[in-house]
């Protein structure tokens, strides 16, 4: 069966520190790959979505950036934190475009 | 951009009541999926209904669609305290799209014991 993992799952850091989240899935073969983020009370708003290695689109300008090193290891990064980072953020994967996502535990974000 | 906007954002009932929840959107759309999200935890699928379909089932919840008003509803009959949560919707846009899901703003449902 298919699994996702997502860590860490809480996070503290101070503003301008560097940020990386990393997500992996297990069970399955060149899944579609995404980013959300989700501020408290709010809607998800994708971030950054792969469909294969080394292929990242963004969905908006940020301070943030995507890697896909392997096929199932989707990393989300910062170089330096702002205020405004901090969210909770989730990772998710699907067969193919436009089907069901399965999401991770998500990951909380203080950034202070 | 949120395509998908819920109604209403909160909702509180009673155990054994039925709850509705709707949803509009914006675009043509290939496909509509509800989501649900415990506090603090990921979001977790609950039914797709394809443009080309008007209801569907799934146990106790009952999903519409009317692409002519672009919205969809979705009810929890018989409502217990364990469906307290937060409940989305997202659409995978269609054409011009690859397929990516946005979601809406959810409604977060309340049940009383």
């Known amino acids: 069966s298919q699994t996702i993992h997502q860590w860490p799952a809480t996070l503290v850091q101070p503003v301008g520190s560097p940020l990386s989240l990393e997500c992996t899935v297990e069970?399955?073969?060149?899944?579609?790959l995404y980013w959300y983020r989700q501020a408290a009370g709010r809607g998800l708003q994708l971030l950054f979505y792969s469909v294969g290695i080394g292929q990242i689109s963004s969905e908006v300008p940020q301070n943030l950036s995507a890697s896909r090193p392997q096929d199932r290891q989707f990393i989300l990064s910062s170089k330096k934190l702002l205020l405004s980072d901090s969210g909770f953020y989730l990772c998710a994967w699907s067969v193919g475009v436009g089907g069901e996502l399965f999401f991770g535990e998500g990951s909380r974000l203080t950034v202070l | 951009s949120q395509q998908g906007e819920e109604d209403p954002q909160a909702l509180s009932i009673q155990e054994g009541e039925n709850a509705t929840m709707n949803c509009s959107y914006k675009t043509s759309i290939n496909n509509l999926q509800w989501y649900r999200q415990n506090s603090g935890r990921g979001l977790v699928h609950l039914i797709l209904?394809?443009?080309?379909?008007r209801e569907k089932h799934s146990g106790r919840l009952r999903v519409t669609l009317d692409t002519s008003k672009k919205s969809s509803s979705l009810l929890i009959t018989a409502s217990r305290a364990a469906d307290t949560a937060s409940y989305f919707c997202a659409t995978v846009g269609y054409p011009g799209n690859t397929g990516k899901l946005i979601f809406g703003q959810g409604t977060t449902l309340q049940v009383k014991p």
């Open positions: 209904i394809r443009s080309n379909e």
């Open positions: 069970g399955t073969s060149n899944p579609n």
